[in-house]
C-alpha cells in the first residue's frame, strides 16, 4: 500500500477513501477492480502492517502532502506516535517537515 491508503489503513487518516492506492516495482499485467489504482513511486522503506506490506508510516505521510490538509497529516503523526507506530525522531522530523 502506498501514501493516504497507509493511513486509512491505520485508522489516521480518511476515514473510508474511494480508491485503495498500491505502489508497484515491476509491470503489474493483470486486470484489478475499480477501487484499486497503482502508483509506480518508488518506495525507500517498507514495512509491513497488519499483514500487509506497505509504505513506511513517515514515508507515507510525507507522500500526502499537497493532497491532504495539513492539519490531517500533522494529527496522524501525533496519533502514530501515541499509538507507538513511529518514534519519537520520526515524529520530530514530521513535525519539522510539515512547519
Known sequence: MWGDSVLAMLDLAYENPPVVYVAFARRVRRA????????????????????????ALPEAIRACRGHVLPERLADAARDARARGLITRAEAAELEEDMA
Open 32 to 55: 484489478l477492480p475499480a477501487w484499486v489504482r497503482l502508483v509506480g513511486e518508488h518506495v525507500d522503506e517498507r514495512t509491513v502492517y497488519e499483514g500487509v506490506p506497505c509504505q
